[in-house]
């Protein structure tokens, strides 16, 4: 018999809701996972015991949804103190903005309660005294690899849009297939997405590049979901590459290169939006080949908008938008010693090795043209830039010998031409490490202010 190890807060909620004479169980994805051997992340429990009664049962509580019928209880009788979401069986009203139910009333049918939600894999639940109760071939489903809407598809995407992505990033989570019928109402309801909250979008989204299988976004444009909620990936699905660096059209590089990145957000979303500019720089040479001249400071200006647009934090962004912005550095640019110590004091030693990463990623999605040649010129920037951390060479600012209190000591006035020297000398220790010492840069600085003065 299948047996689910419950948190023992948990169980002691159930327990206690048994004993006040109400059912109770854990229910959804916990039961999922569970049955998938994986550790659930989180615990929720369906009861048919009403908010009041929940209150009214356990000391300490918080409404967090309680309109919608869900109490957060704390167990102060197990350490360390755990909280759990405990919701009552319910009936969804009308949902007039294919994202909330504009009313819901309770019921003590548990199968009431999971017929309302939106996956068979999701609408299981258990306790250890009744065991599994899956009503809707959501084992069945687990074991063959199916994302399936429970009940009629078309009215669980009606109920909220937001299942339409939550399928494919599902499916890219699980490694699973959807089902036809499932499919073919997210096709027809997909338009739907654009009532949703970017915020919502985004959790999602940001679920689904993350996941072992990012490539699942072609599934999401298959379905016309990017065209609503990521109109510019369409775009560079569209967009050809005719250029012998090349074997993928803009898009399904994209997707090579999101497979052969880490699962950071910041590295699958600089994988995803890193030639997002291509489309509009696409240019046919002299030489019959297509050319993209640009397309990085563009990719970068679009990506912050896109990025805005879906409500990631400034953090990501920012980062997200510096590697876009130098993820082609060593592509046409000399790789002497000095160029590479300018570049990682743009890039910051802090992001090199995130930069490697989009490197690399990127020739994994080309061709192989010329790839040992390219290979070599990587190997040089790595080499080079573990050169320049050993020995501990100048490339911010502040790593510089002399500071500004040590010119105000040289009798220089605090202000702005402080500000000129301190660049000045920065400028010479980028080319030269070895003028890094603190007598050479007072001798800098005085022929500097001779030129000046």
Known sequence: MFKVDIPDGAGYIISELNKNGYEAYIVGGCVRDALLGRKPSDWDITTSATPKDIKRIFK???????????????????????????????????????RRP????????????????????????????????????????????????VGDAGERFDEDALRILR???????????????????????????????????QTELTKLITSEHPEKLLTAYELGITSVILPEFNAMMET??????????????????????????????????????????KQLGEDGIDHFYGHQEESR?????????LKLDNNTIDKTCLLIKYHDFGISEDVSEKSIRRFVSKLGAENFEDFMYIRYADMAGQSDYRLAERRQVIAKIRDTFQTIMSEKQCIRL????????????????????????????????????????????????????????
């Open 240 to 281: 050809e590459q005719n250029n012998p660096y090349h074997i993928y059209n803009v898009g399904m590089h994209t997707i090579e290169v999101m497979k052969n990145i880490p699962q950071t957000p910041v590295l699958r979303y600089t994988a995803l939006l890193h030639d997002v500019g291509k489309p509009n720089k």
């Open 102 to 149: 504009d009313n819901v009333s309770f019921t003590t049918s548990l199968d009431e309660d999971l017929k309302r939600r939106d996956f068979t894999i999701n609408a299981m639940a258990y306790n250890d005294e009744q065991g599994l109760v899956d009503l809707y071939g959501g084992c069945t489903d687990l074991k063959n690899g199916i994302i399936r809407c």
């Open 167 to 201: 399928a494919v990033r599902f499916a890219a989570q699980l490694s699973f297939d959807i089902a036809e019928e499932t499919k073919e109402a997210m096709k027809r309801q997909s338009l739907f997405l654009k009532d949703i909250s970017a915020e919502r979008i």
């Open 301 to 309: 200006q679009m990506a912050r908008q896109i990025l805005r647009r």
């Open 398 to 453: 502040a790593d510089l010998k002399l500071n500004g209190s040590d010119l105000i000591g040289m009798g220089m006035a605090p202000g702005k031409e402080i500000g000129e020297i301190l660049k000045y000398l920065f400028e010479c220790v980028l080319d030269n490490p070895y003028l890094n010492e603190k007598d050479t840069l007072i001798k800098l600085v005085n022929e500097y202010r001779k030129k000046t003065i």
């Open 60 to 98: 300490r509580t918080v409404d967090t949804g309680i309109e919608h019928g869900t109490v957060t209880v704390l167990t102060y009788e197990y350490a360390p103190i755990t909280s759990y979401e405990v919701t009552t069986y319910r009936i969804d009203g009308e949902y007039s903005d294919h």
